[in-house]
């Protein structure tokens, strides 16, 4: 195995480590998430701080270690150039939700995709409406990849086609009937219509979607619930959407 790899990703993560190390934790598109040293980078003379400090795409070079690798060269290469202040709020919910849901060095292409997708439409949008819904098809492409894919068409129960009243569970992860809504929360058509929109692979004609500013509001509501239920962590920043 080699001593060093390179390969590019996003900062999601900063802390402290030690006097004037910082860790970071980088999602990358070769390896999964990683959590790796930058040493001496809280000096002012670090040459690493400033590439990693930005929201962008950094290209790095890491050494192996026995314990926590270390990060031996980092490069901006793409500045997320956000002209809304907005945007960093939901860039910020992105990476949290990448941080709390995946685990040390889950690599998956698809995944990155998705985030690369993301920040391209957050880019390009312009309303709050526009970039909800980035952060719900967002939101529902990465649950649905790390296998929190909920039913969305049935009663998960008993398996009959769900009606109004439409209801959700948590515990179950999808739809429930009139008669299996035990611990379960009332939806909308209109939303659980949204979701299996977002949730499908083919985001075309995503830029001509018409949705109601109300079913928006509710799916952003169902997420406060959902997201935290299903990866048993808080995501604070969901609160912003």
């Known amino acids: 195995m080699s001593k060093t790899y390179r390969t590019t990703g996003v900062v999601i993560k900063r802390r402290d480590w030690r006097e004037n190390d910082s860790l970071f934790t980088i999602y990358t598109e070769h390896y999964g998430k990683q959590n790796l040293v930058a040493i001496g980078s809280k000096k002012v003379k670090s040459k690493l701080m400033g590439h990693l400090s930005a929201y962008g795409l950094v290209d790095i070079m890491v050494a192996r270690g026995k ?27 992105v990476y949290e939700l990448l941080d709390k849901a995946i685990e040390q060095g889950e690599r998956d292409e698809k995944i990155w995709k998705i985030l690369q997708s993301a920040v391209e439409w957050l ?11 980035v952060m719900i098809y967002f939101t529902l492409q990465l649950m649905g990849r790390l296998g929190y ?26 739809l429930g009937c009139s008669n299996c809504s035990q611990d379960s929360f009332v939806v909308s058509q209109d939303m659980i219509k949204l979701m299996r929109v977002l949730i499908s692979d083919d985001l075309e004609g995503f830029d001509k979607l018409i949705v109601k500013k109300k079913v928006i509001i509710e799916v952003i509501g169902f997420f406060r619930k959902w997201v935290p239920y299903m990866v048993e962590k808080e995501i604070n920043s969901v609160k912003y959407l």
């Open 67 to 93: 314990g926590l690798d270390k990060l031996a060269t980092a490069r901006l290469i793409d500045n997320f150039k956000m002209d809304l202040e907005d945007n960093y709020f939901y860039i910020g919910y």
């Open 123 to 133: 880019k390009v949008t312009k309303t709050k409406d526009e970039k909800r819904l």
């Open 149 to 174: 894919h909920p039913e969305l068409f049935n009663c998960v129960i008993c398996k009959s086609k769900a009606s109004d009243p439409v209801f959700f569970s948590l515990a179950n992860n999808g």
